[in-house]
C-alpha cells in the first residue's frame, strides 16, 4: 500500500496521523493474515476470510481518503 509514494511523506503522515497509523497497521495484519489464508498456511473458515477481506478493503478505502485529504491541503 502506497508503493508508489515517497516513504518520507508515507512516515510523515503515520507519525502525525493517529487513525492513519491505526488503520495502516490493521491493513498490514490483515494483508498477511488472508494472504497465508490464500496459501492455506492459515486455516480460517470462509466466512471469517470473506469478513477479514471486506475489513481489509475498508481500511484501504479509509487510508486512501486520508492520503488524498492530506495530499490536498499540501497543494
Known amino acids: ?3 508508489n509514494q515517497s516513504r518520507d ?3 510523515a503522515l503515520l507519525k502525525s496521523n493517529k487513525e492513519f497509523r491505526a488503520l495502516y497497521q ?3 495484519e490483515l494483508d498477511s493474515k488472508v494472504h497465508d489464508a490464500d496459501i492455506g498456511v492459515l486455516p ?3 466466512t471469517k476470510l470473506a469478513v477479514m477481506k ?3 478493503l475498508y481500511a484501504k478505502d479509509r ?3 486520508i ?3 492530506q495530499t490536498q491541503r499540501q497543494h
Open 1 to 3: 500500500m502506497f508503493e
Open 9 to 11: 511523506d508515507v512516515e
Open 26 to 28: 490493521r491493513h498490514r
Open 44 to 46: 480460517i473458515p470462509e
Open 54 to 56: 471486506r475489513e481489509k
Open 63 to 65: 487510508l486512501q481518503r
Open 67 to 69: 492520503w488524498d485529504a
